[in-house]
């Protein structure tokens, strides 16, 4: 059985869809899309028949890509008021040799989560901290012996209305929600590497009306905020400065302006039309000191956010989503967090763009969760796997569809 799963992630400015295939330990990109949103507001559905056309194509071009039909999905729901919450569990094992299976590692997360849920709240996830087994305490269990287990874990919740507007819409198109998640959570696989294992650190997306700041703890989410601001107030900044439509402005952002004006040209120019009909010269410095007070603002709330949420010092600040991807995002950055922060850089080649950490973390993070539990799936048929295997045939030890795409994610 081939592993490929698929991912969506609907928000204000793009739905995004991804589709890899877990390969000998590597991500392979099949096929991914991102369609301008209409219907959804502050990531949330606002309007379901607007929603639900943009979800549907998106779908289709990843299905024209692969050549079948995406049944089956990873969703990202909203993260408004999620509760990350400390959850304890203990379970005997029963079986004759004690050696702990992927069973039981479901059943002492089952037992962490009694009783645990509010009735207004759906729990979305669970985050193991660690296990303790007879030897000690351990990340993976499964094969140790041991007469009990213990585990520690965060378990993540929020409002039923956030999962199920996402869920129907999804089904309504003949799509099965598999899984869900938080985007926040998708973003800390995305970037996290060995020396993150034992950190306390904070990610910041800049999203399109809402930006995200999360804490984490050894990589696990343990609190999150939401910011009403994003890359669409900069943009809305540049159309009433310069009176220009809302497109024409964001085209200025994303392929004129540079996000710390110190490093723009005060001698080079765009020619554009405003709302008048006018025709205006826009100097790229000027264009550039727009930009940079507005992302300025967002870091100054989001430094606010970082305060409010530990009073601890970080070991690592990211941040990601698509704006980051402007020209000088760093320097610009690191006048509020310091030398040290980090912008993400998604590696998946061939979709090098922060705008697609979540939908790529949660993916990693869906793996990361069957592995834990002993599991192996596949978001797609038997026949529908010949009909990628049909694209083309490959003689060596490589991932077909992978292989005619090109596309890996580096480990």
Do not use: W
Not at 19 to 29: D, F, S
Not at 147 to 175: D, E, F, W
Not at 249 to 265: M, P, Q
Not at 332 to 357: E, H, M
């Amino acid at each position: 059985m081939r592993n490929i799963y698929a991912s969506i992630d609907i928000g204000s400015d793009n739905i995004k869809v991804v589709v890899c295939e877990l390969y000998k330990g590597r991500y392979n990109l099949l096929a991914a899309s991102s369609v301008k949103s209409q219907g959804i507001k502050k990531g949330l559905i606002s309007n379901v028949d607007l929603a639900k056309k943009c979800i549907e194509d998106a779908f289709l071009e990843v299905e024209e890509m692969l050549g079948f039909k995406i049944t089956k999905v990873m969703a990202i729901v909203p993260s408004y008021f999620a509760d990350f919450t400390m959850i304890k569990g203990e379970i005997e094992i029963k079986h004759e040799d004690l050696v702990i299976t992927g069973e039981d590692v479901i059943d002492v997360l089952q037992a962490a989560m009694q009783n645990s849920i509010v009735p207004t709240k759906e729990m979305v996830t669970i985050m193991p901290i660690d296990f303790e087994v007879d030897s000690g305490i351990c990340k993976e269990p499964q094969g140790l012996v041991s007469k009990t287990m213990k585990t520690r874990a965060i378990m993540v919740t929020v409002p039923k209305k956030n999962i199920y507007s996402v869920v129907s819409i999804l089904s309504s198109l003949g799509v099965t929600p598999v899984d869900i998640s938080l985007g926040c959570i998708g973003d800390i696989y995305t970037f996290k590497n060995s020396e993150m294992e034992n950190n306390i650190g904070a990610v910041i997306n800049i999203g399109a009306e809402v930006s995200s700041v999360t804490l984490y703890n050894k990589c696990i989410a343990v609190k999150n905020n939401l910011i009403s601001m994003g890359s669409h107030d900069v943009d809305n900044d540049i159309s009433y400065m310069y009176k220009v439509a809302q497109d024409v402005a964001c085209d200025l952002k994303e392929t004129f302006a540079v996000s710390y004006r110190n490093r723009a040209s005060t001698n080079e120019f765009r020619e554009v039309v405003n709302k008048k009909g006018e025709k205006l010269k826009i100097n790229q410095y000027e264009l550039s000191e727009i930009v940079q007070a507005r992302l300025e603002e967002i870091f100054t709330l989001a430094q606010s956010e970082i305060t409010n949420l530990t009073k601890k010092s970080l070991d690592y600040i990211i941040i990601t989503g698509g704006i980051t991807n402007m020209p000088n995002f760093k320097e610009l950055a690191s006048q509020t967090f310091g030398n040290s922060v980090i912008i993400g850089n998604v590696n998946l080649i061939g979709l090098r763009n922060n705008k697609y950490s979540q939908v790529i973390g949660n993916i990693i993070y869906f793996v990361n969760k069957l592995k834990l539990k002993g599991k192996t799936y596949s978001m797609i048929s038997s026949d529908d796997m010949e009909v990628l295997s049909s694209v083309k045939k490959s003689s060596n030890d490589t991932s077909k569809l992978g292989k005619v795409f090109g596309y890996f994610f580096g480990e």
